[in-house]
RNA sequence: GGCCCGUUCGUCUAGUGGUUAGGACUCCAGGUUUUCAUCCUGGCAACAGGAGUUCGAUUCUCCUACGGGCUACCA
């Protein structure tokens, strides 16, 4: 019988969750969701002098506004360090890795001295093969050293990435890595593979840069007698520049996406869309669509190009299709208090007037403003053509006198009402029409002026037209 | 430099040993609307190059070019 599927995302706390990041997290939990398996989450905090406390919190916080829930325990690497041991131990007592007194300087000599020759660099192993004595006489002169792996010196590693296909690295292209530091630390080729074993990770689906590490690791697996998992590299996000995504190419971070008023369904189905693809001609899934739909095979071999255009599209496509009460909540969610003074059915007849018009939360609360307050700005161009001159007032005093007669204040006759006006007075309803919006939402554009004068009530109408009156036409 | 990976419209992608190489975003032109948005119609636009296999290659193989990743006592 196949065993659930476990798998994990394991960031490091160096920086904030990435669009990358996010992707990564997005594809396991979906593959976990998909196939009624776990998935987990480990912080990879082994590099005590980049990771910062502040960062996984702001990797949580963003993994939970997307939605992602992991399994528990959450697993933190710093805590783990007697678990490396032991299985560093391992490794020494069956012969599989060995300590290198080699130093850094020394290392880097050797380096250079690789460089200049044109010769690839390799660790010198001249620590392999040393007697036990030997090397408890250097630690007992205070020596520091640090622990490798032995790499067979013959034969290849390879592997059936699900993604990529067969992958074979011949044996004598790894260097003997370092998997324990001259401090004691453990790195994180060990780590990773310490952990996914210790939690039962079967498979490993992780960014596409990880693929030159997978050889080293599956060394590691078999030199511990571990099973070694499956794995799945996905391809990288890019910049305009083909170069990998990050703050360079402007928003970047999960954090900057919400800032900028970015619902989270927009966001993962923008983000699963760049390297997959449904098998269908569909491009709008909601989470369950996701979740139901995703197939692993069907995933790109090659870099995707983050493009924020299509991202402001699928953004637009995933607000019209959302309900006002949805709308509502997720505003409040950043923004408590937005319009708290206003009665719900209210505001939901202006998103539901407004949610065609914006892509962002944030351009929906803009755009949405005037029908809370009078306008403050005009604008100025529209001032200029649609309310030239003295003659404008006229008509709006008419219009005026006209609404305030009127018994019923509906979009019927609220358009009958603005028609007979421009007929009285010889116009076409269009020269009535765009100052009445004007003086009444500060704008040359919006929703059917009559839906809008409907929404917004008698008084607020008439009081706006009267300070229209007021303050137009522009004295020069 | 070495190793590994990749290459279909500008971008995200579908697809096949014989197709007018399909869709989406962007852009452009129309339509609808009092305006904006939405929506609808139409248009521009791609198989990196070269050899080979084949009756026939975008599709299979090899080479080249270009791009990317890795090459740390980072993860």
Redesign the pocket.
Known sequence: MKKSPCVRF???P?GKLHLGGARTALFNWLYAKHNGGNFFLRI????????KQEYTDQILNSLEWLGLKWSEPLIY?SKRNLIYKEEVQKLLDNGRAYR?F??????QVA?EKAKKE????R?PKIYRDLSLDDQKGLINSGQ???IRLKIPSKGSTFFE?KI???????NK?I?D??I????G?????F??VVDDNNMGINYVIR???????TPKQILIYSALNYPVPDFA?L??I?G?????LSKRHGAASVEDFREQGYSVDALLNYIV?????S?S?D?LFSLEDLISKFDIN??????????E??????A??HM?RKSEKNLLNEIREDDPNWQKHSKDTYIFSVLKLMK???KTLNELKEACAYFFSDPKDFDENAIIKRWKDKSVNKLINNFITSLEKLSNWSQKDLDESLRDTAQEMAVS??KL??PV?LAVSG??????????IELLGKMTTLRRLRKGLDIFPLKR
């Open positions: 394991a960031p490091s160096t990879e905090d082994t590099d005590t002098e980049r990771s690497q290198c080699l130093t850094k300087e020394e290392l380096r044109g010769g690839e660099f660790a520091s050293f640090t990435d990529y296909g067969k992958i074979n690295v011949n292209e260097d890595f370092i324990v530091r001259s401090n630390s453990p790195t994180y080729n780590t990773v960014g596409e840069d990880h693929i030159s590490n590299h391809p990288l890019l305009s520049d083909k170069k990998r869309m760049l390297g997959w693809n098998g001609e491009e069907k995933i790109q071999k090659k870099g995707a190009v983050y493009d255009k299509k991202l402001h599209w699928v637009g496509q019209i065609i018009r914006a309803a269009a029409i765009h919006r704008q040359s554009h919006g929703p059917g002026l009559f839906e809008l």
